[in-house]
């Protein structure tokens, strides 16, 4: 089984405050603000944010179509018709997990408790978009390397992402090694800390990486989404 941790510094990452004042509604009443609390987070991006995650390669994965089921060493997942038709012609599948630590959430709830709703909002969608940039560079690395032995890679696919139940994450905690202890799951499925993503990448010789998805999901409140509904 391969395993592949990293940490991913801020400065690295593929975010621009172009991308991050359009998802927050830049042409607001409150655009002033919102600009400067984000020039703010930009300038202490590397204190702030502590972004560490990684993937392990599972080679027994088998698909079941009449229950769209996947099932990773005899651990099945649910993961209904969508993503199930995403990963089905994999050969392997990565299970991922990436955070950003835990000081973007405390600030957020902080400025939230303190009656300032704009800045405590502010920062808690920055800290989602800088976990999945951190996801989207780890990624990356595993495109590069599947590509090296002849494979591609789909896009990822989480737990509560078209129909796929949030409390299978129990099950996807369940394959990762001790080396990914620095994301916990509580007993209702929420990732400590709370800026976290996870889930599954399919990979093989016959699967396909498309750059935008939002059509075949029922997501509502994906930050993509929205990011692509303001091109």
């Not at 630590?101 to 405390?106: A, L, M, N, S």
């Not at 780890?138 to 796929?164: A, D, H, V």
Request: charged residues 20%; contains cysteine; negative net charge.
């Amino acid at each position: 089984m391969q395993t592949a941790i990293q940490t991913v510094p801020f400065n690295k990452l593929k975010l621009t405050r172009e991308a991050a004042i359009t998802l927050l509604g830049g042409s607001s009443d409150y655009a002033f603000l919102m600009h400067e609390y984000l020039d703010s987070l930009f300038d202490q991006g590397d204190q702030l944010f502590h972004i560490q995650g990684g993937y392990q390669l599972f080679d027994e994965v088998s698909f079941h179509q009449s229950t769209h089921e996947v099932s990773i060493e005899h651990v099945s997942f649910d993961v209904k018709k969508v993503v199930f038709n995403m990963l089905k012609r994999s050969s392997k599948v990565a299970v991922f997990v990436c955070t950003c630590g835990e000081e973007i959430h405390h600030l957020s709830r902080q400025y939230m408790q303190e009656g300032d709703l704009l800045k405590g909002y502010v920062y808690d969608l920055f800290g989602s978009l800088v976990v999945e940039s951190g996801m989207d560079l780890i990624q990356e690395s595993l495109q590069k390397e599947m590509k090296q032995e002849g494979f591609k890679i789909t896009n990822r696919y989480s737990p509560g992402y078209c129909g796929w139940d949030v409390a299978q994450q129990k099950k996807l905690f369940s394959l990762f090694s001790s080396q990914f202890d620095f994301v916990q799951l509580t007993d209702s499925c929420l990732m400590q800390p709370i800026k976290s993503v996870s889930g599954m990448i399919g990979i093989g010789s016959d699967v396909k990486y498309s750059d935008y998805t939002c059509n075949i999901c029922d997501l509502k409140n994906c930050l993509y989404k929205n990011l692509k509904r303001n091109d």
